[in-house]
């Protein structure tokens, strides 16, 4: 099954049991940050993260490799009347021409990861914008979590990535086998 078909029958699957899609809660407790702008969530999802910052007065672009997941992030848009530009775009293709020329005030990665982003996140994000990233990584419990190594960071990773940035907060829960890191770019 390719990426697209997987991603499109877990959202179907996680569709059935919403009720409505819920932001990153680490990303949440970082509100006295987010005074609006623009902002990209890559890998959206089923649009948590992408409502919320519309909420915040975001003009958001989000995008996932599903088309389900899309549908539902415009259709939630629409309903509240939120700017959200929803785009389908498989990320591991990155001469998307939607990026091109582009600058964002804030960046959000849930639960991807493809290290290759990390330098074009860089290029995307206005000095003084923010990066949020949280997703899983290789500590003592990460034997429970079902997922590849391949897509799990390394100790302090994140750190160690945006090193030249201002780091505002971030966390390694091994309880829960997660980096967390919210940033801002000198």
């Known amino acids: 099954m390719d990426s697209k078909s997987k991603w499109n029958t877990k959202y179907k699957e996680r569709m059935n049991d919403l009720k409505e899609p819920v932001p990153n809660p680490r990303l949440k407790n970082q509100s006295a940050y987010l005074k609006g702008g623009t902002a990209l969530d890559l890998a959206c999802g089923l649009g948590g993260n992408s409502l919320f910052l519309a909420r915040m007065n975001y003009q958001v672009h989000a995008v996932d490799i599903s088309d389900v997941a899309i549908s539902y992030v415009r259709d939630q848009a629409d309903q509240d009347h939120l700017k959200i530009q929803a785009q389908v775009c498989d990320l591991t293709e990155l001469n998307n021409p939607f990026w091109v020329n582009q600058n964002f005030d804030l960046v959000v990665i ?9 330098s ?14 949280e997703t899983f990584y290789q500590s003592p419990n990460t034997g429970k979590q079902g ?32 980096q967390t890191i919210f940033c801002q770019k000198r």
């Open 147 to 178: 997922v590849s190594n391949q897509y799990k960071l390394n100790p302090k990773e994140l750190l160690d990535e945006f090193n030249d940035w201002d780091v505002l907060f971030f966390d390694e829960n091994e309880q829960e086998s997660i």
């Open 120 to 133: 074009m996140v860089k290029s995307l994000i206005k000095e003084g914008g923010y990066f949020f990233m």
């Open 110 to 118: 849930s639960y991807y990861l493809d290290r290759s982003l990390f």
